[in-house]
């Protein structure tokens, strides 16, 4: 196998062994969401939580969408790989059943980007 095939491989991988990116994942299954949305849900860092969302569209996992002064982030429907994809649907066998993903859903559905971005 080509050492740069294998790379690329690793990196994909990579960017799936934490547990907040995961987290992401799962929550921009339920809905797009900008940076402040996703820091309020998460309770981490602004610079914690942008550095997750650059990783993931690195590899692309996700895509960012400008909506006026807001930038959406949201599952890559078309990804470059098919692998992602796949990776993408296979989410619930590995994950859907834990705690934390079912909090975060909960919070999704009520959080508001018009209150959480004017903190």
Known sequence: MNFCMIEEKTKLFKSLSDSNRLRILKMLQVK???????T????LATSTVSRHLSILRET???IEEKDGKWVNYMINSH?????ISSIISTLDFWIADQKIINEDKSKVIKVDRHFVCSK
């Open 32 to 38: 797009p969401l900008c940076v402040c949305e996703i």
């Open 40 to 43: 309020d849900v998460l309770q």
């Open 60 to 62: 692309g996992f996700i």
């Open 79 to 83: 990804p470059v790989d098919p692998r």
